[in-house]
């Protein structure tokens, strides 16, 4: 079946530094998001991207549709102690001009933010 | 406000007992899911339902059932049958079963069986 592949798996980091994580597939797919869930709670969107090559920002995130349509990174800068929790890469595709609701999801990049 | 209410947050049970996860919506989303969280991993699909009095298997459905009898209520029951249910159980919704609506997400049950 279709996997992502997300890395790195979890990251340490200081606070203001900037973080970069990415997705990468076999497989192309038509739609990439990316969530973030905090410890307890349900995964909350953070970006979603539906066009090969787009690059969004929301606030300090910023995330890109890999031209290929096989990958995704999200970027965060100038990290803070509230960027912790767990971020995710979700993608779906088409399937014979159909479109479909199923979502694939990476593993899922631990964030740590020392303050 | 809207949102995906789920209940309860924790629940315990002894195996061999069936157990039935709530999930209620009031954002009018005609799309509603489920998925199983487990430490290190994504979220696997069990079920899904596209509109009302519908919905199809996921890719780990086995051992679990569901119902969509109303719009906003898609409750998740956990069966004996189902080998490791100690897991994080994710509702979520989406307006439409369609490629560009994304899923929204309730906070969780946490179901521990012993």
């Known amino acids: 079946g279709q996997q992502l592949n997300q890395s790195p798996q979890s990251m340490f980091i200081q606070e203001g530094e900037d973080v970069s994580m990415n997705c990468t597939s076999s497989s192309i797919f038509n739609t990439w998001l990316w969530y973030k869930q905090d410890p307890g709670e349900g995964p909350v969107l953070l970006i979603a991207l539906y066009k090969a090559g787009e690059l969004t920002s929301n606030g300090r995130l910023t995330a890109q549709f890999g031209i290929t349509r096989k990958d995704s990174f999200l970027n965060i800068s100038a990290s803070i102690p509230s960027d912790v929790g767990i971020y995710f890469c979700a993608a779906a595709a088409n399937a014979g001009g159909t479109s479909y609701g199923k979502l694939t999801f990476g593993q899922g990049t631990i964030l740590t933010v020392h303050p | 406000d809207g949102g995906i209410t789920q209940s309860p947050k924790y629940l315990f049970r002894k195996e061999g007992q069936n157990v039935t996860l709530s999930c209620e919506q009031n954002?009018?989303?005609?799309?509603m899911y489920w998925y199983r969280q487990d430490p290190g991993q994504g979220l696997r699909l069990i079920y899904y339902?596209?509109?009302?009095?519908?919905?199809q298997k996921g890719d780990i459905a086995e051992g679990y059932s569901v119902s969509r009898e109303k719009k906003e209520s898609f409750p998740l029951t956990v069966t004996s049958a189902q080998k490791n249910p100690t897991a994080f159980y994710l509702c979520?919704?989406?307006?439409?079963?369609?490629?560009?609506?994304?899923?929204?997400f309730g906070n969780g049950t946490r179901l521990t069986v012993t």
């Open positions: 979520a919704s989406s307006i439409q079963w369609v490629i560009n609506s994304p899923l929204h």
């Open positions: 339902s596209q509109i009302v009095n519908d919905f």
């Open positions: 954002l009018n989303h005609d799309a």
